[in-house]
């Protein structure tokens, strides 16, 4: 077993996850346990095995390897009130008198310098690194910093000083500058540059901020996880470590207003929403949790918060995180090349770190006292539409899965177009599904030429509301444009069920398209295709492998992903998955297709995936109608209620009413 033995479950105080403080300490010893016999000389660099390097070179994963264990290290040692039996802190002040003495611009590992770190350079990884020691440095200060020699606080102080006058990429990396300066500004070292660029980053985020507590990642719409772990969890710690009530109350409230619907993209399972990059940081999506509760921003209650962040700790322990030496891998569950970016290497997912940052809060805090409440995904069935990021969250209470579609996030940048990206572009992202790496793609809807299909592309968010989310985008074919022609897209949900519209304007008759519904993936899967309907079923492996095990393996649950066509649509079939995705090694896709047949065309389409095997519940009722300037939309769905949506070629208008205020109208 890659972990030692965890402490009793505690079901009366934890009824969902079964764990307390004590499972978050054990699993932080754990984790430090392990990487301890992969440091180098000095302790300086911890360079872990791995597949393959990152393209900053060895030299940089080995620092990579000190910095982001280090801020494990600093987080259990700060938790216990500077009790460190283990002596962790005396380990990484060795490491860093010993990197700091002469700093290198060489970037592989030699037996003349296997120590020195890296330099702080324009766009470098040591830049990120530096953050991270400088906020363990400042979580950890009475009992490391305080007690070094003068001329080592000074040369490691002149080495982090590097991350201020450097250039950053422009994007959250300007907070790693906020993070060196709050630190180095507290110690009074390089004090009026390390201030300056305090400032400097909390004015450069501001353009990137969308409203409602959500932010862009520098690109125009690049909306993922570094929402949590970056632009919420950096400026609302160094406020609170600063004392800083005005900047706390500023950023402070932009996290409250994050957590309301952040708190909905974790799944019953404890699983948080596979999307977007850097995916291999895994429970680090417990960071922003925990930041609400450290600094009474947060809009959960103390029960919920614990349940949410040990969901999402547990649910990679118990599905193979870890290998079998107790080291973090590349992946999701295990080792997942497809997901992981170039800048990665075998210490990277130990930013997972962050997501610890509950050891900062007292043993006696209500956020480990008090029992653990449901997570917003077991509560009731949701759609929760979030117009700032363009999402929207669809849950069911029944399953726990959590889906968010997304019509305002592709990571594109300003200047150019690049190819889609998987884990941006898609139509919609879950709690249980990942993107299709190899084969047809996944929540797409494309125009065809020949075998080749269109790509998303920019996408130009059209609102998001209740029951709803709408955009718009113009299909792109091996980089270039379609001429003329545009797809206004929009999905409307209700319980399990999608309605799925988008009408495509432009593209000459006789162009085929295709829609494809949710890819489900594990051990075996199986499908099923006839009347314009088809089903993938995949058999999903339970929980084994983690610190809770049980004895006997668990029987192993289903996931089945359904699509129906009901406008515009032809054809029908499932397409295997022989390479799987993340969360499996074979899977398959349901594929609707179509043929556009006049200038302006409407495809409509039902999608369902759901965590039980059971029959499928009565399909929605649609009627669609050609008016002036559009289409309209009426559905009417099973439980009651319905949705009227009219589609122009400048946006699209949403009108929901409820049981017994249905009226079909025109047909």
Excluded at 261 to 274: N, S
Excluded at 570 to 591: E, I
Aim: hydrophobic share 40%; charged share 20%; with cysteine.
């Amino acid at each position: 077993m890659p972990l030692p033995p965890f402490p009793p479950e505690d079901r009366v105080r934890s009824p969902y996850t079964g764990w307390t403080r004590a499972h978050w300490e054990a699993a932080a010893d754990a984790l430090l346990a392990a990487v301890a016999p992969h440091a180098g000389p000095e302790h300086a660099l911890i360079s872990l095995p791995g597949p393959r390097p990152s393209r900053s070179g060895p030299r940089s994963d080995g620092l990579e390897g000190y910095a982001r264990t280090f801020l494990l290290a600093a987080l259990r040692v700060a938790g216990a009130a500077g009790h460190d039996p283990l002596g962790l802190l005396d380990r990484y002040a060795e490491g860093l008198a010993a990197g700091t003495r002469a700093p290198t611009t060489e970037t592989e590992l030699t037996g003349r310098d296997p120590v020195a770190w890296p330099a702080v350079t324009d766009r470098g990884q040591a830049m990120v690194e530096a953050a991270s020691i400088a906020l363990a440095l400042r979580l950890t200060r009475p009992w490391l910093w305080d007690r070094l020699p003068a001329p080592v606080r000074t040369r490691a102080a002149d080495w982090l000083a590097g991350a201020l006058r450097h250039t950053p990429v422009d994007n959250n990396w300007w907070l790693f500058q906020v993070t060196v300066g709050g630190f180095l500004a507290e110690t009074g070292h390089h004090t009026e540059a390390a201030e300056a660029a305090v400032t400097r980053g909390l004015a450069r985020i501001e353009r990137w901020y969308l409203g409602d507590g959500w932010y862009t990642d520098g690109r125009p719409r690049a909306v993922d996880h570094y929402n949590g772990w970056a632009f919420h969890l950096y400026p609302v710690l160094h406020a609170h470590l600063a004392g800083d009530e005005r900047l706390l109350a500023r950023h402070g409230a932009r996290l409250e207003a994050h957590l309301q619907g952040f708190a909905h993209t974790f799944g019953g399972d404890g699983a948080p929403l596979h999307q977007g990059r850097s995916l291999i940081y895994r429970f680090a999506s417990a960071a922003a949790l925990w930041t609400g509760a450290l600094t009474g921003r947060t809009p959960l209650t103390p029960g919920t918060t614990r349940r949410l962040a040990s969901g999402a700790l547990r649910h990679f322990l118990d599905r193979g995180a870890v290998d079998g030496h107790g080291l973090l891998t590349l992946g999701w569950y295990g080792p997942c090349p497809p997901l992981v970016q170039s800048y990665s290497g075998p210490a990277s997912p130990y930013w997972a770190s962050k997501g610890f940052l509950g050891l900062l809060l007292p043993a006696d805090h209500p956020v480990w006292t008090d029992p653990e409440e449901p997570a917003p995904a077991e509560r009731a069935d949701t759609v929760l539409g979030l117009p700032a990021p363009g999402r929207l969250i669809q849950s069911t209470a029944a399953d726990g899965l959590v889906r968010v579609h997304n019509h305002g996030s592709d990571d594109q940048p300003a200047d150019e177009v690049l190819p889609d990206d998987p884990l941006y572009s898609r139509l919609a992202h879950s709690t249980a599904t990942g993107p299709v790496f190899e084969g047809t793609a996944d929540n797409h809807f494309a125009l065809l030429d020949g075998e080749e299909a269109s790509e998303r592309g920019p996408i130009r968010p059209l609102g998001a509301g209740p029951g709803w989310a709408a955009s718009a985008h113009r299909p792109r074919i091996r980089g270039a444009e379609l001429p003329g022609t545009a797809v206004t897209s929009l999905v409307l949900a209700d319980g399990a069920l999608e309605v799925h519209a988008h009408l495509v304007r432009g593209a000459a008759a006789g162009t085929a398209v295709r829609h494809t519904g949710w890819a489900v993936a594990g051990e075996a899967v199986e499908t099923e295709a006839g009347d314009g309907r088809v089903r993938a079923r995949a058999t999903v492996p339970a929980p084994g492998s983690g610190p809770e095990a049980a004895p006997e393996p668990a029987a192993a649950r289903v996931l089945v992903s359904e699509a129906a066509a009901l406008h515009g649509f032809g054809g029908a079939a499932a397409h295997a998955l022989p390479a799987g995705t993340a969360f499996g090694p074979c899977g398959a896709v349901p594929v609707l297709t179509g043929t556009v047949t006049d200038q302006e065309c409407l495809f409509v389409s039902l999608l369902r995936l759901s965590g039980t095997d059971t029959a499928a519940p009565p399909a929605a009722r649609t009627t669609v109608t050609a008016v002036p300037g559009g289409h309209r939309l009426v559905v009417h769905w099973p439980g009651g209620g319905g949705t009227t949506a009219l589609l122009r070629a400048d946006g699209v208008t949403v009108t929901p009413s409820a049981p017994g205020d249905y009226s079909p109208g025109p047909s």
